[in-house]
């Protein structure tokens, strides 16, 4: 028994037991305490200034809240990032440059040590460093997906539903009034609304995320067109400076947003890579493809479809913001073959939404509503689609 105990120990993810943070503003030092030794790796961002560890899988032991941002450091995050990977980030007031990053055993609790030296340094040095530091962020891209996709269905295909909780692991999206955080809501509703669907004959449904693991945007909407994905649905509970806001919208792409409100939330949402220490890849300028155009057109059809399908549905249970179907520039949303819908559920600036959101009855009623015009959706033919889009124009 003992020797299966000290294994099991022995296999156990490293935990962050501690962590402190000393120093001014010309040099700072960061410990973290850990109960086993760990491997790191690290790289720099910039805009803002940003010092980013990579470790295998860890825990998280220490208390945030206690954790003093003092000298260069002015914010921290942390988090799952998929796979066995886990990321720390620590934002900065000036440019700096890592002194020191070493790892040493206390000898006296027998913790270990991982010590890293900030030192203020001039934007040239900082962008040389930057230059310099090796790129980690592909550890998001090459997360093991398999462990969350399951087998592609070729034979005889079912109606294909793909569910994308938004942001997750160390990307914990809007903070709610009483504390809530988006990545919570969003997967707990997202597994509410999968255990309905899984009820429906010839449906199969996925989620981009089952646990709390970050997942880059590219993946979310790459995910889906590897399942061949006939309805995309990210859920999300934003947050805006009006608090007065309230109620459910749902959002399809559009290069143009549709208000300012549109655009508020589509920004704020296609920063969470940024926010995880993903770099985002340069947009393609070059003129697309006259067929991936075409495609883009038909699929839109298909998800202002959906949406409205999904507001009908919605009316008479779930408090609706004013015109509740609205679009903005979801890069989320850009998958050219796959109609796709970004809803959310309500904002978490918003006291009364925020109390909703966590209510299982209410969950339940909405995901009710949703899975039934899924199911509607399911049943039409792209003609009866083309066809009542075209009478709404």
């Not at 490293?14 to 960061?30: C, E, K, Q, Y």
């Not at 260069?72 to 002194?99: C, E, K, Q, W």
Request: hydrophobic share 40%.
């Amino acid at each position: 028994m003992l020797c299966a105990a000290q294994a099991s120990a022995s296999n156990r993810a490293p935990v962050a037991l501690d962590m402190r943070i000393v120093g001014d503003d010309a040099v700072t030092r960061i410990v973290i305490e850990f109960d086993k030794p760990v491997d790191v790796s690290h790289q720099l961002l910039d805009r803002p200034w940003r010092l980013v560890l990579d470790f295998n899988k860890i825990g998280y032991g220490f208390d945030e809240k206690s954790v003093n941002k003092s000298g260069l450091v002015s914010g921290m995050r942390y988090g799952d990032m998929g796979g066995n990977h886990s990321r720390l980030i620590f934002r900065t007031s000036r440019p700096f440059s890592v002194a020191a990053l070493r790892s040493r055993e206390d000898q006296q609790t027998g913790r270990h040590n991982l010590v890293i030296d900030l030192e203020v340094a001039g934007e040239d040095e900082f962008a040389r460093a930057l230059d310099r530091s090796i790129t980690t962020s592909a550890v998001v891209n090459t997360a093991q997906k398999q462990d969350r996709i399951g087998a592609v269905h070729t034979d005889d295909k079912p109606f294909t539903i793909v569910i994308d909780p938004g942001h997750g692991g160390i990307d914990n999206g809007a903070i709610g009034v009483r504390g809530t955080q988006e990545k919570d809501v969003t997967l707990a509703f997202s597994r509410t609304l999968r255990d309905r669907l899984s009820r429906f004959k010839g449906a199969q449904v996925f989620m981009t995320r089952d646990s709390d693991v970050f997942v880059a945007l590219a993946d979310r909407t790459g995910f889906a067109r590897q399942h061949q994905a006939d309805l995309f649905i990210s859920i999300h509970a934003d947050s805006l400076r009006q608090h007065g806001v309230r109620g459910a919208t749902i959002y399809t792409i559009s290069e143009k947003a549709s208000d300012q409100v549109a655009a508020s939330v589509a920004a704020n949402e296609n920063l969470a890579d940024s926010v995880a220490g993903v770099e985002l890849p340069s947009e393609d300028t070059a003129v697309s493809d006259i067929l991936v155009d075409l495609a883009r057109r038909e699929t839109l059809g298909f998800s202002v479809q959906f949406a409205r399908l999904a507001i009908s549905d919605m009316k008479g249970f779930a408090r609706l913001i004013k015109n509740p179907h609205r679009y903005a520039g979801f890069r989320v949303l850009k998958a050219p073959d796959v109609p796709s819908v970004l809803i959310e559920l309500g904002y978490l600036s918003n006291k009364d939404d925020e109390a909703l959101l966590n209510q299982t009855e209410w969950q339940n009623g909405l995901a009710d509503r949703l899975a039934n015009a899924i199911s509607k959706f399911a049943s039409l033919s792209s003609r009866d689609i083309e066809t009542n889009v075209a009478a709404d124009r």
